[in-house]
C-alpha cells in the first residue's frame, strides 16, 4: 500500500518544531517546488490547500503543538507526479474510519474536513506509520477540460 513512500529519494526535504506559525515554511517549500518543476497552475491551488492541511493536522493532531516534536515535509518527482510527504512524531489515528464531513451531522463542526480535503484534491493519497505520514501524489501536467 505504500507504493508512493517506497524508497523516497527526496529532491528537497525540511524538519521544523511543531508551531503554528511554521506552516509558513511549509507554505515556502510547496512555492519553490511547484515553481521549479513547472508545476502546472491548475494544480497549484489543489497542492497548496491539501499540503497545508497535512501540515496544519501534523502540527495540532499529530505533535499537539509541542514544540519539542517535529513536522517533516518533503518532496520528490516520480515521473510526470510530484508526490509530497508529510510527517509528524504523534501516534497517528484510524485514517480508514473518518466521520463523512458532509453528513448533516457533521457539516456545521468546525474540524474533520482535513483528510476529505487530501483525498478530494490529490490524485492519490497513501498514510502510513499508522496514519503518522501522508503521501500525496499530484500531476504535472495540465488538467484536461
Known sequence: ??????????TRRIDFPAKAEN??????LIDEACQKHGVHESHYGNILIALTEAVNNAIHHGNRLDPSKSV??????KGDKIVFVVSDEGPG?????????????NIEKPHGRGVFL???????????DNGATVAM?????PVKE
Open 1 to 10: 500500500m505504500a507504493a508512493l513512500t517506497e524508497d523516497v529519494q527526496y
Open 23 to 28: 506552516i509558513a515554511l511549509a507554505e515556502k
Open 72 to 77: 517533516g515535509l518533503g518532496y520528490q518527482v
Open 93 to 105: 489515528f484510524d485514517f480508514q474510519h473518518l466521520p463523512d464531513p458532509t453528513d448533516p451531522q
Open 118 to 128: 487530501m483525498r478530494a484534491l490529490a490524485d492519490s493519497v497513501e498514510f502510513s
Open 137 to 141: 501524489a499530484f500531476g504535472l501536467q
